[in-house]
Every structure is written in C-alpha cells, then in structure tokens.
C-alpha cells in the first residue's frame, strides 16, 4: 500500500507545477498523480514547449525528464537557470544516463528520481522539495513582516518625536504659571462657567520646589501615601475598564469611591490640598450620576483614563523617581481636567 507523505497531502496545494515528458502515457500518469498534490500543474511534452511556458509564467517546481526530442532537460534546465538561478527542479532519468548528473549537479540541480519511477521514492523527493520551498516562502514572509513592522516602528518613532518636539516647543511657550493659568482657564471655561473657588484652584502660583527636596524634607515618609495610592491605582483601571454599555450605577459608584480615596489620601499632605479638593469634587459628581447619566460616562471614560494615568506619573515622578523639578507641575492641568470631566457629565 502507497503511503502518502502527511507534510504533502497538507502543504503543497498552493504550489505551483511545470512538468516536462516526451512519453505520452508516462505523462499522463504521472500527471495524474501530481493532481493529487497540487492546484495548479502545467504540462509540456518537450523542452522547447517547456521553456516557452516558463518564461510565461512563474512556477515553483520544475519536474523534468532527460531526453527529448527539440530540446532536452539538461538544456532546458541550464535555459531556465539562467532566468532564475534558484528555481528548483527535479530531474526523472533512467539508469543509463548517469553520466548526465555531474553536468545536472554542477547547473545546482540535486533532486533526481531513477526511471522506472519508484513512487514511494518519487513522493519522498517531491515531499523534500516542498517542504524546501514552503520553509523558504514562510522565510521571506516572515522577512517581509519584519521589514513593513521595522518602516512602521520608524515612522511612528519620527511621529513621535515630532510631537514630541512640538510638545516641548508648547511648553516652552507656556513655562511661566501664569501663562499656564491663563490657558487652563481658557480650556475650562469653553466646557461650561467655573466659578471664582475653581478659578482661585487654577490661579495659585506655587513656590517652586523639587520633589527631592519635598520628600527628603517632609517630616514623615510619604511612602505609605505612595503604597495606598498606588493600590487605588490598580483598582481604579479595572473599575473604568468596566465602563461599558451594560455598566450600573454600582460601577459608577465604584469609580466615585477610589477617586474619592485618592482624594482623601492626598488630602493627609498639606501642599496638595488643592488637587485632592479637584478629585473629591470629580468623586462627588461621577457619585450624583442617575441611570441616565451612564451612557455619558461611558462615553467620557477615556478621560477618566486620562485623570487616572495623569495621577500615576504624577505619584510616580514625585514620591518614587524623584525627579521633577517642581512637585506642582501637573497640579493646574489635573485640577482642570477634573473640572472639564464634571462639566461634561454634568451634560
């Protein structure tokens, strides 16, 4: 019983078949066989016939017999090597025509197949060259990959470092408080009127103070602040990730709660009084919501996203790295964001 190669029966459809005999009947059997395997065979009775389809076509497998009348397969082959010195090819010779093979294997051909065609051989060296050829077009798609994910990362790191620049170019521009201020106001107010406590919240000028020095000379460690607020943090993303069509007020309230908590925490350190007094009232507003009102949060809640990732690099650059050089550099755009959000869910 003939044993089918698994790899073959599974792969090899897609390739494609240029099959060159002179024997009629050898031809047609075997081509019998190959339909088998293979979607798209094209078949040539001699080597001229062959050739001529080559050049029309790409193929991914040669199958050829030696001699032919016009032109053989030793000429053929070299024809075809010189439009595509990497086209693989599998050459059916009888036993008497081994001096052929050096001349087949110096042209780089190295699949052969011994007349009469053992079929079990046949299909062990058509399964090798397939196998080759899938592995090799996996490759360069692979290849293809890497290269259109290497241009798209490129692109988006200019993009990046576009925005970037036009991003320290804006703040440039506004790099006194007052400049600030005056821009955070104008943002607020075009969502809906901001009475004289939150324009008072929005015009402080801060004494400038870096977060070294606020932490190295706080009188406690500000660490359990920073452990509690990041807790909130973690639950906070999960609880707006579960903003969805189908959300409650039970979610509503879960939001109001931890924005709340943040507020309260940072309530306990009396140089953000001001940024807890934005979050409570956040809390408070997102607390009030009515059924109605869902479908509106739901809406703005890659805003809160916004608050709440603003929030972790907030904590992050003062009580963890450290490194800014003023502790109330997000205090106005947080505090703004808070109201902007409350007029939006106010509707």
């Not at 000028?205 to 452990?227: C, G, H, R, W």
Request: some cysteine.
């Amino acid at each position: 019983m003939l044993v089918i190669p698994e790899f073959l029966k599974k792969h090899s459809k897609g390739l494609s078949i240029l099959y060159v005999e002179d024997d009629d009947s050898l031809r047609a059997s075997t081509a019998e066989l190959l339909k088998n395997f293979f979607n798209s065979i094209d078949i040539a009775e001699d080597g001229t016939v062959g050739l001529e389809k080559y050049k029309s076509k790409k193929y991914d497998l040669v199958i050829t017999d030696i001699r032919m009348p016009k032109m053989d397969g030793i000429r053929m082959s070299s024809e075809i090597r010189k439009i595509n010195k990497s086209q693989t090819v599998i050459v059916i010779s009888a036993h008497d025509e081994s001096d052929y093979l050096i001349t087949l294997l110096n042209m780089g051909v190295d699949k052969f197949v011994l007349k009469p065609i053992d079929l079990t051989m046949f299909l062990d060296v058509l399964e090798s060259a397939c196998k080759n050829l899938i592995y090799e077009k996996m490759l360069t798609e692979y290849q293809h990959k890497i290269e259109k994910a290497t241009f798209q990362l490129r692109r988006k790191t200019e993009e990046l470092e576009k925005k970037n620049e036009e991003l320290l170019n804006k703040i440039e521009q506004l790099k006194t408080e007052e400049n600030k201020t005056i821009a955070l106001i104008e943002a607020v107010t075009e969502e809906r009127k901001i009475s004289k406590e939150e324009i008072n919240l929005l015009s402080k000028v801060y004494e400038k103070v870096s977060a070294i020095e606020f932490v190295n000379s706080y009188p406690t460690d500000l660490m359990l602040q920073s452990d509690k607020l990041e807790a909130i943090e973690e639950k906070l993303d999960i609880g707006i990730n579960r903003l969805t069509d189908n959300c409650t007020l039970k979610d509503a309230k879960n939001i109001s709660g931890l924005f709340r908590l943040q507020g309260n925490i940072i309530d306990t350190i009396p140089e953000f009084s001001n940024l807890a007094y934005g979050l409570t009232n956040l809390a408070d507003t997102i607390e009030n919501l009515k059924d109605d009102d869902m479908k509106r949060l739901v809406m703005h809640k890659e805003v809160l996203f916004t608050i709440a990732e603003s929030m972790f690099k907030w904590r992050e650059a003062i009580f963890v790295k450290k490194d800014t050089q003023s502790i109330h550099y997000l205090d106005n755009a947080l505090i703004s964001d808070c109201i902007q959000v409350e007029a939006l869910l106010s509707g």
